[in-house]
């Protein structure tokens, strides 16, 4: 009797004396007869489909073009961001008012330690606080991502400028 050396099937793990090596989801494998049946031979196999002949030369597949995927809408892409000046248009919009940092705390019922942190930039406030602020003092806190603010410069006498052509992403 011929001694045969055990192979395992690389997708089930059964031992056997014989492989077959098949195209099992673009992967080239070495399976047992039985698993022999979820693939493809790579004689066979070919990533653009079965090919048809029409006319002369044209070779077309019977593969359908995927459409490109659109890109899903972002979370982030609508969320407001906390405007980078916030300390100043707080402290600005106070002094406007002619209120001091313990009475404008006392209006809005917060520490007066929190906003002098809010307007040295030690803290940022947060939904809650902002929409308390923008309220109070009338002033707007947030800006859009993505949103453009577009920056056309005086003309000087030597000509244009870089800050004559560009626009400025906030």
């Known amino acids: 009797m011929r001694d045969s ?3 395992m099937c690389e ?3 059964k031992l056997t004396d014989k492989l077959y090596k098949v195209i099992i989801e673009g992967s080239e494998m070495n399976v047992c007869k039985e698993c022999a049946k979820f693939g493809k031979s790579p004689k066979t196999y070919s990533r653009l489909g079965k090919k048809t002949i029409i006319g002369k030369g044209t ?3 019977n593969k359908q073009v995927k459409k ?3 890109r899903r809408r ?3 892409d609508t969320l407001p961001m906390l405007r980078e000046d916030y300390g100043d248009v707080i402290r600005e919009a106070r002094e406007k008012r002619g209120l001091s940092i313990e009475e404008l705390a006392k209006k809005l019922k917060m520490k007066a330690s929190t906003l002098q942190k809010f ?3 030690e803290l940022e406030p947060n939904e809650k606080e902002i929409k308390i602020l923008e309220k109070e003092l009338k002033i707007s806190l947030t800006e859009s991502i993505g949103e453009e603010t577009s920056y056309y410069g005086g003309r000087d006498e030597d000509g244009f400028t870089l800050g004559d052509f560009i626009k400025i992403k906030k």
């Open 68 to 70: 490109p995927i659109k």
């Open 11 to 13: 997708l089930c793990g």
């Open 74 to 76: 972002d979370i982030f």
């Open 5 to 7: 050396i055990m192979q």
């Open 119 to 121: 307007e040295r930039y």
């Open 59 to 61: 070779i077309t597949t």
